[in-house]
């Protein structure tokens, strides 16, 4: 199907319930004495950061405040993810607990939207299980959601969304971004791979990639408010622009960012090893502002659970690229998601595994317990290796990644890096926390009036997560 934009017409209807919203809210802060507040928790991918960062937008322009608090909050939305079991169980574990506060507080808005809600037995089971729930909408339905929502507070019962609407784009979505110094930005929509195990082509549609102007316009605008770094996103985001037919691919995408005035740092995930040309590589290569790291994940090791799970690459072409990657740029940081336990995989599969994990040397990796996910191909199948075994695997994966992971953290110490400040670190509020180039963390004695600078580190220790060093 052609990529098409969500009209302007269209968009002209959820702009006239953002007015109403807004009308709604000036009386509601007239009358209580102070704004609705909204409070809006994200599950999942980067994809689904993005997404709440445009549903804030539409609520900040709907005349919404935030809070932290679920507790004080006037509307909730939960944003979710589908990818495994646990994420889901966590939302519905949210839902049961907002029962309570709803018994409490009728007029409060509960809305739930994102991946997990797309499938439609899911949607369902929130249907008849949480019927505290007002507001349901799926990722197609995004762009609409101020008229939902506006819906939603007027009308008794639950508003429900989960259409699809494959191969469109909406543009003029507001944003509210969380941080100025970096930005994501959405190149490209869905996944067409249908990896046997994952549901995200089912609760995302096809691919369908974003015009390049309408990204050069997003990321210029980002950078004259002061954005300096710009992570580009997609589920398989090297199959840029195959869907636009206008000769351009993310190849040709990453030289254009490259060009613009005013950006430091480019990052992008998530790339496909079967889209990963030498065209890339070169260009990741000679770009001076594209950072020296590459998520690639390989998923398996054994030659047979990578056809069984539809990923259209053997060991050795994902192998090649990797050493072919690592010539090109030496020192590149490499990072990679793996699963342990897809049904048919043996002790000596695993094996295979293993051995890639040690060959690469990872920077560091995303592992995941398969989980079965209902109407996938996977899921049909019967499982070879018991919970344990299974369990007993991934621990091994844990164990000899951890001590490679700390080992590479430790070639950094005594090195200078230049590090774009983010804020205060987590771990230590004493210290504020930045990332390298290759997106280590390093937490330093600094001020909060470095945000948002490049600082040059002399890194002096290395921990198992992150670095630590003083400025140089
Ligand atoms: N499009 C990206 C990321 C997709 S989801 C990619 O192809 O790499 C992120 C990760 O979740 C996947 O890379 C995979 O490792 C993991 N994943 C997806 N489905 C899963 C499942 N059913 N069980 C366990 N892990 C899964
Ligand atoms: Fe899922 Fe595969 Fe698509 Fe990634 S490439 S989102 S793992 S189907
Ligand atoms: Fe989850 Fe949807 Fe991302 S299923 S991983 S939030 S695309």
Redesign the pocket.
């Known amino acids: 199907m052609a990529t098409t934009k969500i009209t302007k017409e269209e968009w002209a209807v959820s702009e006239e319930y953002i007015a109403r919203l807004r009308e709604d809210n000036a009386n509601f802060a007239a009358l209580c004495g102070r704004p609705r507040l909204a409070h809006t928790e994200t599950y999942g991918?980067q994809q689904n950061v993005n997404d709440t960062e445009r549903i804030r937008g539409m609520l900040h322009k709907a005349g919404f405040e935030f809070t932290e608090n679920a507790g004080e909050a006037d509307l909730i939305i939960y944003n979710t993810c589908a990818?495994?079991e646990n994420a889901e169980q966590k939302v519905f574990g949210r839902l049961g607990i907002l029962k309570h506060l709803k018994e409490q507080r009728p007029e409060l808005m509960v809305a739930v939207c994102g991946c997990m809600v797309q499938q439609e037995h899911i949607t369902e089971k929130i249907k008849k299980v949480h019927d505290h729930v007002d507001l349901i909408f799926g990722t197609h339905a995004l762009w609409r959601m101020p008229q939902l929502l506006y819906k939603a507070m007027h009308d008794a019962g639950v508003v429900v969304d989960i259409t699809e609407s494959d191969g469109s784009i909406a543009e003029d979505v507001p944003i509210m971004r969380d941080k100025e110094q970096k930005a994501w930005v959405s190149v490209m929509y869905g996944?067409n791979?249908f990896?046997t195990?994952?549901?995200?082509p089912y609760v995302r549609g096809r691919e369908r990639s974003r015009a390049p102007e309408d990204i050069m316009a997003e990321v210029r605008c980002l950078v004259k408010n002061g954005t300096s770094e710009i992570s580009l996103l997609?589920?398989?985001v090297n199959s840029y622009g195959k869907d636009l037919g206008l000769d351009i691919d993310f190849a040709d995408l990453l030289r254009m960012i490259n060009e613009i005035e005013g950006v430091r740092r480019i990052r992008f995930?998530?790339?496909?090893p079967k889209d990963l040309t030498d065209k890339l590589i070169y260009t990741i290569r000679d770009c001076d502002k594209v950072c020296k790291q590459l998520?690639l994940?390989f998923?398996a090791g054994s030659n047979k659970i990578l056809k069984q799970m539809n990923r259209h690459y053997t060991r050795e072409q994902y192998l090649a690229i990797i050493d072919k990657v690592k010539a090109e740029m030496p020192g590149i940081a490499l990072t990679t998601?793996?699963?342990v336990g897809f049904p048919t995989e043996t002790n000596e599969d695993f094996k295979d595994t293993m051995d890639i994990i040690k060959y690469v040397r990872y920077d560091s990796i995303?592992?995941?317990?398969?989980?079965?996910?209902e109407g996938?191909p996977?899921a049909k199948l019967d499982f070879v290796l018991s919970d344990e075994e299974i369990h007993k695997n991934f621990d091994e994966l844990l164990r000899v990644q951890n001590g490679i992971c700390k080992e590479k953290n430790l070639e950094y110490v005594g090195r200078i890096e230049t590090v774009l400040v983010d804020g205060v670190s987590k771990t230590n509020k004493e210290l504020m926390t930045g990332r390298t180039e290759s997106g280590k963390i390093v937490n330093f004695a600094g001020t909060p009036d470095m945000v948002g600078n490049y600082i040059d580190i002399r890194i002096t220790k290395a921990k198992q997560w992150s670095l630590e060093g003083q400025i140089e």
């Open positions: 991918c990818v495994r996944c791979n990896c195990y994952c549901i995200v997609g589920q398989n995930m998530t790339s496909h998520h994940p998923q998601d793996v699963i995303f592992s995941f317990i398969y989980s079965r996910r996938t996977a």
